[in-house]
């Protein structure tokens, strides 16, 4: 009787860590889904590209970039829901950053770049 419910409590364990496993592997899926769509346009991409090397505000990306305005203020929203991109208010003035705490658990698309640009 007691090796039988040694044996249930092994199984009820192994079940345990099976659903946990299951539900991370979703969670860093679905995260590495969410960065690979958030970079998904050309633009933004370039977008990031620029802020890698620094703040910027949507004047001079336009400029940087040859993107019309509302197209880069578009994708700079895009990018700061996915928390790709930071914001930081300076008088009238909003700077855009990447954001340097950002990593996608799986793909860790941004790892080296954060190496070459802190």
Not at 59 to 69: D, F, V
Not at 88 to 96: A, I, L, P, S
């Amino acid at each position: 009787m007691a090796r039988a419910l040694r044996l249930g409590l092994f199984v009820d364990f192994l079940v345990l860590i099976w659903y946990k496993y299951i539900d991370n592997h979703q969670y860093i899926m679905k995260s590495c889904f969410n960065c690979f769509r958030a970079l998904n346009d050309k633009n933004r991409v370039k977008v990031v590209s620029a802020l890698l090397a620094g703040s910027q505000n949507v004047s001079s990306l336009t400029k940087m970039l040859g993107i019309s305005q509302p197209t880069v203020s578009y994708h700079l929203d895009k990018l700061k829901k996915e928390k790709i991109v930071k914001a930081k208010k300076v008088g009238r003035e909003v700077f855009y950053y990447f954001n340097k705490k950002y990593a996608c658990p799986s793909c860790r698309v941004f790892e080296s770049t954060r190496e070459w640009h802190i």
